[in-house]
């Protein structure tokens, strides 16, 4: 199959393209509005671009119903210039999914799926309590292109349980996080549980001692 994209229809293109770039991490991002109110939604075009300086990047439709209004995410980081991510794992996968419903701005999502807060070290935005990692994020840039916002955030601060680092690097102990990813849009994910496998990068001097 080949798909021009020029002749396309948008749900094609969303279908093909997020079951191909995968498995894909989850930023599952809490934010406030001017006023206070609180947010929560998971968003899966996201990764880290950059760690000198910490740059992550999330990509961010405007709501279907309506080409010109934003999800409550974007408008709220537009608006505070802050946000969350916390690390989606296992444990807390059909909270996050809970938090995708589209549930009215006034609606806090936490609530919904039985959440609570904890403060952030630096931002104003919480982090969700329950879960075992998250990213402080300042705005650093937000683009818009056609229906959508490519938001950059600047990480300020890194929370993660003690029980999750090894401190020798420090490393996230990626074995027992049991972080998730998204596949396509069937609702597919993969468990990170039993996918591990290692293999160190080779430095040219084992490679020319005809280590590989
Ligand atoms: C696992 C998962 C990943 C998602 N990824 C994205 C994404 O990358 N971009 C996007 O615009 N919506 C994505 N969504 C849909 C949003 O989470 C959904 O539209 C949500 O209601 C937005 O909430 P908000 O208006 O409170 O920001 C995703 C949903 C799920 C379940």
């Known amino acids: 199959m080949n798909v021009d994209i020029e002749k396309a229809k948008g749900r094609e293109v969303y279908n093909l ?18 006023d206070g109110r609180l947010n929560a939604a ?18 961010v439709t405007n709501r279907p119903d309506d080409i010109f209004v934003p999800k409550d995410t974007a408008r709220n980081i537009r608006r505070t210039g802050e946000f969350v991510i916390n690390v989606v794992t296992e444990d807390l ?10 549930f009215p701005p006034e609606v806090n999502e936490l609530e919904m799926a ?3 807060t904890a403060p952030s ?18 705005e650093h840039t937000t683009m818009e292109i ?3 916002r ?4 600047r990480v300020v601060s890194i929370y993660v349980e003690d029980q999750f680092i090894d401190p020798a690097g420090p490393y996230v102990r990626a074995e027992e996080l049991h972080a998730i990813g998204r596949m396509n849009g069937l609702g597919s994910y993969v468990r990170t549980r039993d996918a591990l496998l290692t293999m160190p990068r080779i430095s040219y001097d084992e490679w020319k001692a005809g280590k590989r």
């Open 150 to 153: 490519i938001i950059l955030g």
């Open 93 to 102: 996968m059909s909270q996050m999914n809970i938090c995708a419903t589209d």
């Open 121 to 138: 070290s630096v931002v104003k935005v919480p982090r969700i309590q329950q879960a075992h990692a998250a990213l402080e994020c300042v």
């Open 17 to 34: 393209l997020i079951g191909l770039v995968a498995p894909r991490p989850i930023a599952w991002v809490t934010t406030m509005s001017e």
């Open 42 to 59: 998971p968003f899966s075009a996201y990764n880290y671009v950059c760690t000198d300086p910490p740059i992550v990047a999330m990509g």
């Open 114 to 116: 039985g959440l609570t």
């Open 146 to 148: 056609g229906r959508s």
